[in-house]
């Protein structure tokens, strides 16, 4: 399917509201119906009816049908966060008993699913350097049911062989699942290389103006259907008409802002590889990251997020440059028009910082939809203080 039209007009009925360009926030809790047998039909059977906005709603079903052939998948759910679209479908899926293999260090709350959460239900989950095959291979065992990626990861940014790992996993019945919030899927659709559900947050590069969170997953009409069934009702985390509505807006534009951020994050990063304070630069585009080849092959594009260590990675060095920022605002998340930067000393006590640990040397830069010059020109300013 082409891009402008899933953007532009899939799922969009315009016939049946006034033929209004901008689709309608239906705000409704619920449905009504005509005959006994439609109410039935529909309280039988609530994933293919319009019966109560816990479940599906029109406004959003014009976002999942958007959604789903933006990821080269069948069907898609929408949730209220991005956390919800990952753990609701985990809790789906598996059982008592049931064993995870997980990348090391992926999204904060992810791993506190899998080391706090999960373990109330006795499912276990074991966590490996992703980048390398043989290591999903040793850590599968009999009642592995899960294996859970996150390329590239959102702050160091490992990538894992996509296509590679759906075989490992298919050849023994494991379900996989990628959380692809830092490419979107513009930049790469895990499920063509036969990865079986695919969540994001969209309420980074989705909505991309910082004023919505939300999340997706994308996967079979099978699977997708069976999470909505169970876990998905009973979990609530539905996502409201008026929010739906703005993903629905941001995705218009989604291709411009994705080209913007990766050409400035391109303008940025090689900017900041020539400033002699710098030490090094994480980016998976960049020549020298260590699966740069790899990135090329999986991704069409790159996210604009990158990280990068000072030369003086004293913690007073580190504080004084992100507090000199002027224009870069300091705060979690990513994706919306406005630059961010977060260093990993803002995530741990002053007193744990270790110098010699590369994860905590690290500052975390997004660049959003700002000039490049005028965010080099703020990093200048601050480095050079
Ligand atoms: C932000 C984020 C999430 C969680 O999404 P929310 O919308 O904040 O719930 C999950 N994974 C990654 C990689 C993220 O950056």
Redesign the pocket.
């Known amino acids: 399917m082409e891009l402008s039209y899933i953007l532009n007009e899939l799922g969009e009925e315009r016939e049946n509201y006034f033929n209004a360009v901008s689709p309608p926030i239906i705000q409704t809790s619920n449905f009504t119906f005509k005959t006994i047998d439609e109410f039935r039909q529909a309280l039988s059977n609530e994933f293919e009816a319009t019966l109560y906005s816990r479940g599906h709603n029109p406004t959003l079903n014009i976002l999942r049908k958007k959604l789903a052939a933006l990821d080269n998948a069948e069907n898609a759910l929408v949730f209220s966060?991005?956390?919800?679209a990952?753990s609701v479908p985990i809790l789906a899926l598996l059982q008592q008993g049931d064993h995870i293999v997980s990348v090391e260090n992926?999204?904060s709350?992810?791993i506190k699913l899998f080391k706090s959460f999960l373990p109330k239900f006795g499912i276990t989950t074991t966590f490996i350097d992703g980048s390398a095959l043989q290591n999903f291979k040793d850590a599968i065992r009999p009642e592995t049911k899960l294996i859970y990626l996150?390329s590239p990861n959102?702050f160091s940014y490992e990538l894992q062989d996509l296509k590679a790992v759906a075989v490992i996993a298919k050849a023994k019945n494991i379900i996989t699942m990628a959380?692809n919030?830092?490419c979107s899927p513009y930049y790469q659709k895990p499920i063509d290389f036969g990865i079986d559900l695919v969540a994001?947050?969209?309420?980074?590069y989705i909505g991309g103006h910082s004023d919505v969170?939300?999340?997706v997953l994308s996967g079979s009409t099978e699977l997708i259907s069976r999470i909505f069934n169970h876990e998905f009702m009973n979990i609530g985390a539905s996502l409201s008409p008026h929010s739906a509505w703005l993903l629905i807006r941001g995705l218009r534009t989604l291709p411009l802002r994705m080209q913007r951020s990766f050409e400035s994050a391109k303008a940025v990063t090689s900017w900041l590889r020539r400033h002699p304070a710098i030490d090094q630069v994480i980016w998976p585009f960049n020549n020298d990251f260590k699966q740069s080849e790899l990135a090329h092959e999986q991704m069409q594009g790159c996210g604009g997020m990158f990280s990068f260590t000072l030369k003086d990675p004293s913690l007073e060095k580190i504080e004084t440059f992100c507090n000199r920022l002027k224009h870069i605002l300091m705060a979690v998340?990513?994706g919306g028009h406005e630059s961010l930067i977060i260093p990993t000393i803002a995530t741990i006590a002053k007193d744990e910082y270790d110098v010699n640990n590369e994860r905590h040397r690290l500052i975390r830069m997004y660049v959003g939809l700002e000039e490049a010059d005028y965010l080099i020109g703020d990093l200048e300013q601050a480095l050079n203080n």
């Open positions: 966060s991005g956390i919800a990952i992926p999204y709350w992810t996150e959102t959380d919030s830092y994001q947050s969209a309420t980074k969170v939300a999340g998340s990513w």
